[in-house]
């Protein structure tokens, strides 16, 4: 995979293209706040009110990885519809990454649902309190990935013991200092109700490029040759129509280095007849099934914007 930054007109996305937070509308803003300071290790980061609607925004470092929206009396999370999957949130480290499985497993309110070696990936799977899913990973190096003739990285679900890996990597440093270690968000996977319609969103006008395209129900794309930034699936939501407002997911967002990005973006959108509104350091638009996404720029905040939502 190239690593060359793409001339102006082609229709991806650039190879600096990375995710942002994640935003969850959440029926019980305290509890779920509580829930991911102390299973994830997230600190504080920003409040937004404006009226009854706040945003709470928690991250590691200073670095944003979560927004909580209040939305007490909407209809909880329903792993049936169009949606999300889970929220994938990236350590440096072996040490990291056991340190906040470690946490988010000791936490009463978790629900542990799994844990996978990926070949390109570690990885353990948690659900939150009010059904949203999470995973905690760390990436192997790319120089040992390995391809298929057709360009797709080679990814699997192999058993990943999870006692095994924290005994040989957790420490207890690691485990005091959890909120201290660095984190981001790596991926976001989502459930949508048809995986050509995906394709046609995420790859087609967005301009994600496609790395595994032959999993059965579902798609892994990404920029610059990453193994995937976004993923869909017809698991649990094939057929799905559009999504009713409900808690859960509000918003997936992602980072693109320059304006000339965003108005490439927005030429794409157009192109085939894609409807998004351009702030000039943001672009936003809805995928299909109504789920929002928003590519800014590096530095901008989306707090006002969702709050205006």
Do not use: C
Request: hydrophobic share 40%; no cysteine.
């Amino acid at each position: 995979m190239s690593a060359a930054a793409p001339a102006a007109g082609e229709n991806i996305l650039s190879p600096a293209t990375t995710m942002d937070a994640v935003t969850l509308h959440v029926g019980d803003l305290e509890t779920m706040s509580a829930y991911y300071t102390h299973a994830l290790a997230l600190t504080p980061i920003e409040e937004r009110a404006a009226g009854r609607e706040v945003v709470r925004v928690l991250g590691r470092r200073g670095v944003p990885l979560i927004r909580l929206i209040a939305a007490p009396g909407r209809p909880g999370v329903d792993r049936r519809q169009a949606g999300l999957f889970h929220t994938a949130f990236l350590f440096d480290d072996e040490a990291s990454l056991a340190a906040t499985v470690a946490r988010a497993a000791q936490h009463p309110e978790s629900r542990f649902v799994g844990s996978s070696d990926h070949l390109v990936s570690e990885a353990f799977y948690f659900t939150d309190p009010e059904g949203n899913g999470i995973e905690l990973y760390r990436d192997r190096p790319r120089s040992a990935w390995t391809y298929q003739p057709t360009g797709e990285v080679d990814m699997a679900s192999l058993y990943l013991d999870p006692n095994a890996f924290l005994q040989k990597h957790l420490t207890e440093a690691a485990l005091t200092d959890t909120e201290n270690h660095a984190g981001i968000i790596g991926h976001v996977h989502l459930q949508v109700g048809d995986i050509a319609r995906a394709r046609d969103f995420y790859v087609g006008a967005l301009g994600f490029e496609t790395m595994v395209g032959t999993h059965p129900g579902a798609l892994f794309a990404s920029a610059g040759g990453y193994h995937h930034h976004v993923a869909m699936n017809t698991w649990n939501s094939a057929g799905a129509g559009p999504r009713a407002s409900s808690l859960g997911l509000g918003d997936v967002a992602i980072t693109v280095p320059g304006r000339e990005d965003l108005e490439a973006l927005t030429a794409r959108l157009g192109g085939v007849g894609l409807q998004s509104a351009d702030d000039g350091d943001r672009v936003t638009v809805n995928d299909p099934w109504g789920t929002h996404v928003t590519v800014s720029l590096p530095g901008t905040s989306t707090t006002e914007s969702l709050l205006a939502r």
